[in-house]
């Protein structure tokens, strides 16, 4: 099992986002977290990257249990996270915000790993100098997610990445998805939009107010009439 959560809890103050999550993503396999606005999708996410407030009873990638480490020691173990909104540096160039996620100092490996992304992303590549902040929501949303894999990572989490792009952009992304998981990674993808998610995915797991409703693979769960009425508005 590439990577493995177990009752994970995120809560803010008072309030209780994620309430004993479990779930597991295999080496190549995409996995979708579906749920509506505010359902834990997120806090998830933050919860495994460590980057809020949170307490598991196991996190582990390839075995390694991490279930204690912050945040750059599991970046460093092969978590890596694609947030919600992008946030990529608009001042700085394209190339510069790709590197960024690289953790090491190794250069040659540094410009070897970037390649690879700009090989994916040709529209990068091409803009390469630019500054990010003049680029389509769409290409920046590749820069995010070309820094996210700029990291090695072995589980790869995407939050939104999909919200608001035109769908062009849409089956572009959900093609780069499949291609990093075919490649090996475990990805796990958070999405109000049930639909690309599902396209993507292997299996998923939905979420309602910080709990898992429903595991199930991808096929069941988009034949699903709770799935398509609560998510797909069919
Ligand atoms: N920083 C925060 N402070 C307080 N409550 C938050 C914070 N972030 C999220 N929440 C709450 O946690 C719940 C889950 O939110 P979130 O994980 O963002 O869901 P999703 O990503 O599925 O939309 C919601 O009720 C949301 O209002
Ligand atoms: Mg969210």
Known sequence: MSFELERLQVRYGAVTAVDGVSLHVKAGEVVALIGANGAGKSSILKGVMALTSHTAARVAVEGRALTNAGTRTRLLA???????????????????NVDLGYPGRDAVERRARREAMFDRFPRLREREAQAAGSLSGGEQ?????????????RLLM?????????PIVVRELAAAILHFARSGIAVLLAEQNAEMALSVADRGYVLQSGRVV?????????????????????
């Open 214 to 234: 429903t595991e199930a693979s991808a096929r069941e769960l988009r034949a699903s009439d709770e799935v398509r009425s609560a998510f797909m508005g069919m």
């Open 78 to 96: 092969g978590i890596s996270l694609s947030p919600e909104g992008r946030h990529v540096f608009p001042q700085l160039s394209v190339r510069e």
């Open 158 to 166: 995407l939050d939104e990445p999909t919200l608001g792009l035109a």
């Open 141 to 153: 949303q590749m820069l995010a997610i070309a820094r996210a894999v700029m990291a090695g990572p």
